[in-house]
């Protein structure tokens, strides 16, 4: 099964000039009882699994983490985090794909939580075939 996904916009420079466009999925996350959804960066950047947003880092409130970790962040240098684990599924809203358990990683340093998901090389290499079209601005993903 393939999933498209529209790249989603950037928005503008402070002169005016056009960001580039993102390529992202549909995540969801499941973590005990509670669940977390919306769209994630497709960052083959980021060597890690997800890379959370506030409403992801909630859905571990009360566990503890499987480990702690450091990642070098290209502005803030070494990083440290603790690693969670969860059931990853992509979605488009009518169809949803299992991606098994991801590792989760969650900055212990607060003013590294941004509003962004980052799905990371550990994600995308679960995935049998990832396509930027860049031609026509969507993201194909099939498992």
Known sequence: MKLNYPYMSNGYTVHGEKIPDIPIAYLMMKAGRFRARGPAII????D???????????????LEPKAKVNFEN??????????YSAEAFLYNGIHQMALGDVRVYIPTEPELITGDVLLGREVI??????????QEMISIIEL
């Open 48 to 62: 890690g699994g997800v890379y959370p947003n506030m409403e992801i880092i909630r859905i571990f409130e009360g």
């Open 125 to 134: 290499q679960k995935i049998k075939q990832l396509t930027l079209n860049n």
């Open 74 to 83: 290209p502005l803030f240098g070494v990083s440290e985090f603790e690693v």
């Open 43 to 46: 960052d083959t950047g980021f």
